[in-house]
């Protein structure tokens, strides 16, 4: 489910765009959240990509929880639009994913302890 590319064109070959991506946040924490679901990349070469939506969503949705959206409310992961979860959220989703095991926690678990080093992550929909 998860996947990782070395460049932008080895991605395109893979599957062109319909890609969720799981990108972390590089802006300072003294960031708003107006700002920091303002200022984005897309497709990072250390993002990780979900192909579609729908393992994403039903599977892990429960485990990543509540994040920030654009208009400030607090839900589920927008698979159409972004979702920002802070630096303080990482460790719960990672104890949830390690108590569920789902298919391919690992490599989830992996890069969300290597988000710590950002100010969070985004969840950028397809």
């Given amino acids: 489910m998860f996947k990782k590319f070395r460049s ?12 969720i991506e799981l990108q972390f946040c590089r802006l300072p924490a003294s960031e708003s959240p107006e700002v920091i679901l303002d ?12 192909q579609g939506d729908e393992p994403l969503y ?30 303080s959220q990482i460790d719960g989703i990672i104890a949830r994913a390690l108590e569920s095991k789902p298919e ?3 490599m989830l678990v992996e890069w969300l302890n290597e988000a710590k080093n ?9």
């Fill in 8 to 19: 932008q064109e080895e991605r395109r070959r893979y599957g062109g765009s319909c890609f």
């Fill in 39 to 50: 200022q984005f990349d897309n497709w990072r070469n250390d993002s990780l990509y979900v």
């Fill in 58 to 87: 039903t599977v892990y949705g429960p485990i990543f929880g509540n994040g920030i959206h654009p208009n400030m409310t607090e839900s589920y992961l927008d698979v159409w639009g972004i979702t920002y979860y802070k630096p």
């Fill in 104 to 106: 391919e926690y690992e």
């Fill in 118 to 126: 950002y100010n969070g992550f985004y969840i950028r929909g397809v």
